[in-house]
C-alpha cells in the first residue's frame, strides 16, 4: 500500500482492551496449544493495527511538528501508549502462567521467550503515569530541536540545514555557522536541562517502583539484552580505550596534517581535505533515482525491494520547516511496511541515509513474514549490524554519487567508522554514570561530560565555544534524552560491520550471502547468535577484538 492511500484513525483504547481481554481469556482456559496459538495470531493483529496507527501518527508528526492534526494525535499517543503496553503485558504474564514454555519456544524460538520474560520484567501498572510524562518530555526534545530557526546564507536554516556550512572549506564561514548552531544550544540551555532533568527523575523513579535500585538495570531490560550484562560493557570500554581511543587520534592527526592545520580544534573536524569534502554529484531526486541503479546492480534482494520502497512512497527525505530532527527506519506492521524518514541536505550524511536506513528496511522486508511482532526485527544491536553493513556494501556505486570524489568519501567514511566508537562509547558510559547518580545538578553533568570527551576524544578542543568547552555538546545527542541505553549497541554493530567490510574485501560474494542470512532471519536470535550466524568474531571478546 502506497504511504499516502493509509487512512489513518485514532485507536479506541477501550475497544481494544474488550476484544484484548476477551482473547486472553481464551488463552488462560484452554489447554490446546494449536488453538492457543489460534488466539495469539489474532492478539498480533489487533496489535498489529495499534502499532501501526501510532507509527503512522509519529511520522506525520515527525514530518511536520506544527501540523494540529498530528500534534494533537502525538500528543494521544503520548497519552495512550502506556495503557497499550499494559495490555502487552497482561498478554506476557498470561504465555509465563502458562505451562507452556516449551512449546513456545520449539514455536518462536528461545529469543522470544527470553523477550517476553525481560518485558514482562520491565513494566508493571503502577509507572502508566510516569510512562506518560516520559513520552511527552521526549516529544518535548523533539518539538524544541524542529524549533531551530537560524538566519544565515540569505534564508533561515533549521539545524539541519547548518550541516553544509558548518563542514566548509571556508574556515570563516564555517566558524559562523558552527558558532550559530552552537548559539541556538546555548540559548535553550535552561529548557533543555529541565527536559533532561525531568527525565531522569521519573526514570529512577520507575525503576524504583519496579524493585531496581536505579533506572540501569531497567534500561538494559528495556533494550531487550538477553545475552550480555553491564560488566560485558565495562570490559568493552577497556578495549576502546585500549585500543580504539589511540587509533582515532591516529586518524585525527592524520585529518590535521592533510587540511594543514596548525592547530586542530573543533571548528576543524568537518573538514576532511584541503581541497574541501567529497561533493554530492546530484540532488535528492537524483540520489533516490541512482539508488535504483545501485540496489538493481547490488542483487536481485535489493532490487525488489527498493523499486518497492520508491513505488510505495515509503521515504521521506526532503528537508522543511518545522521538520523533525535526525533520520530513522520504523515499520508499519500491519503492511508489513519499513518507512524511512530523513532530511537531505546536500551533504555526505545523504548518501547515509541512503546506505544505512536502507539496510534496516532491507532486513524488515526480507523478514516480513515472522508474525510475531517481538521477533519480527532483532534487538537493537543486531539491527544496527544490518544499517552499518550496508554502508560499507554500497562502496562499489559509490562513484555514482561523488563521481571524481569517490575515493574521498570512502576514505572519510571509514575514518568516520573508527572515530566513532570512542565516541559512541563516551555516550553510553555518560549514561550510566547520570542513572547511577540521578541527582546530579545539570552542572555536575556537563562537567562529567567533559571529562569523558578527554578521556574518550583527547584531540578535542573547542577554542573559544565556551557552552561546549563546560560540557554542551550532548544535548544534541537525541539518543541520550529518548533513547537511553541505545547508543553503545551502534558501537557494537560498528565493530561487526568493520568485520563485514573486511570479508567482503576477500570474498564479496560470500560475504554478502552471510549478511542476506542475518537480514532473514530477523530477530529470531539473539545478538550474540546473530554474529555468530554471521561468521564473524564476537566484539565483546576482549582478546578476539584486539587481534
Request: glycine letters at 4%.
Amino acid at each position: 500500500m502506497k504511504f499516502s492511500d493509509i487512512k489513518y484513525e485514532r485507536v479506541s483504547y477501550e475497544d481494544v482492551e474488550l476484544k484484548f481481554l476477551g482473547l486472553i481469556e481464551k488463552i488462560r482456559h484452554c489447554n490446546d496449544f494449536e488453538e492457543i496459538l489460534i488466539f495469539i495470531n489474532e492478539i498480533n493483529r489487533i496489535r498489529n493495527h495499534v502499532d501501526t496507527m501510532k507509527e503512522y501518527a509519529s511520522i506525520r508528526y515527525s514530518i511536520d511538528t506544527t501540523d494540529e492534526l498530528f500534534c494533537e494525535e502525538n500528543n494521544y499517543w503520548d497519552e495512550y501508549d502506556p495503557y497499550f503496553k499494559k495490555l502487552d503485558n497482561v498478554f506476557y504474564k498470561t504465555l509465563l502462567e502458562k505451562n507452556i514454555k516449551k512449546e513456545l519456544v520449539a514455536e518462536f524460538g528461545k529469543q522470544f521467550y527470553s523477550i517476553v520474560e525481560l518485558k514482562a520484567k520491565a513494566f508493571s501498572e503502577s509507572i502508566v503515569e510516569l510512562l506518560q510524562i516520559e513520552n511527552s518530555l521526549m516529544s518535548e526534545y523533539t518539538k524544541l530541536l524542529s524549533s531551530a530557526k537560524i538566519e544565515f546564507d540569505g534564508r533561515v536554516c533549521n539545524l539541519s540545514d547548518m550541516a553544509p556550512y558548518m563542514s566548509s572549506s571556508d574556515r570563516e564561514l564555517r566558524m559562523r555557522a558552527i558558532k550559530l548552531h552552537t548559539e541556538f544550544f546555548e540559548k535553550n540551555e535552561e529548557r533543555f536541562d529541565v527536559i533532561f532533568d525531568k527525565l531522569v527523575e521519573i526514570r529512577h523513579e520507575m525503576a524504583n517502583k519496579l524493585g531496581y535500585d536505579n533506572f540501569i538495570e531497567l534500561g538494559y531490560m528495556r533494550m531487550l539484552r538477553t545475552d550480555y550484562s553491564m560488566k560485558d560493557i565495562e570490559n568493552l570500554r577497556k578495549l576502546v580505550i585500549e585500543k580504539y581511543v589511540p587509533l582515532a587520534n591516529s586518524i585525527y592527526l592524520e585529518q590535521a596534517n592533510r587540511i594543514n592545520s596548525e592547530k586542530f580544534d573543533y571548528y576543524d573536524e568537518g573538514v576532511h581535505f584541503s581541497d574541501g569534502n567529497a561533493r554530492l554529484i546530484g540532488n535528492g531526486k537524483y540520489i533516490i533515482s541512482n539508488g535504483a541503479k545501485m540496489y538493481n546492480e547490488l542483487s536481485p534482494e535489493t532490487s525488489e525491494f527498493y523499486t518497492y520502497l520508491v513505488n510505495n512512497e515509503l521515504f521521506d527525505v526532503k528537508p522543511r520547516p518545522n521538520k523533525a530532527m535526525g533520520g530513522y527506519c520504523t515499520i508499519l506492521s500491519e503492511f508489513k511496511d519499513p518507512f524511512i524518514f530523513g532530511n537531505f541536505n546536500g551533504t555526505v550524511d545523504d548518501i547515509d541515509v541512503l546506505t544505512h536506513e536502507i539496510g534496516h528496511a532491507l532486513q524488515m522486508y526480507l523478514s516480513r513474514d515472522i508474525d510475531m511482532p517481538e521477533i519480527a526485527f532483532p534487538t537493537l544491536d543486531s539491527c544496527e549490524i544490518h544499517s552499518m553493513s550496508m554502508e560499507f556494501f554500497t562502496y562499489p556505486w559509490m562513484n555514482l554519487f561523488f563521481g571524481d570524489d569517490e575515493e574521498k568519501y570512502k576514505k572519510y567514511h571509514h575514518d568516520s567508522a573508527l572515530k566513532f566508537i570512542p565516541y559512541g562509547t563516551l555516550v553510553d558510559h555518560f549514561q550510566h554514570i547520570i542513572y547511577e547518580n540521578p541527582t546530579l545538578s545539570p552542572s555536575e553533568r556537563k562537567s562529567i561530560w567533559r571529562e569523558l570527551e578527554k578521556k574518550y576524544l583527547p584531540h578535542r578542543d573547542y577554542s573559544d565555544l565556551a557552552f561546549l568547552e563546560n560540557g554542551g555538546y550532548w544535548f544534541r545527542q537525541g539518543h541520550i534524552f529518548k533513547d537511553p541505553f541505545y547508543y553503545i549497541d551502534y558501537v557494537l554493530a560498528q565493530l561487526c560491520a568493520l568485520q563485514f567490510y573486511e570479508l567482503s574485501k576477500l570474498d564479496y560474494e560470500k560475504a554478502w550471502k552471510k549478511y542476506i542470512d542475518i537480514c532473514r532471519v530477523g530477530g529470531k536470535y539473539s545478538f550474540l547468535d546473530i554474529v555468530e550466524i554471521a561468521g564473524l568474531k564476537n566484539p565483546l571478546n576482549y582478546k578476539t577484538t584486539c587481534e
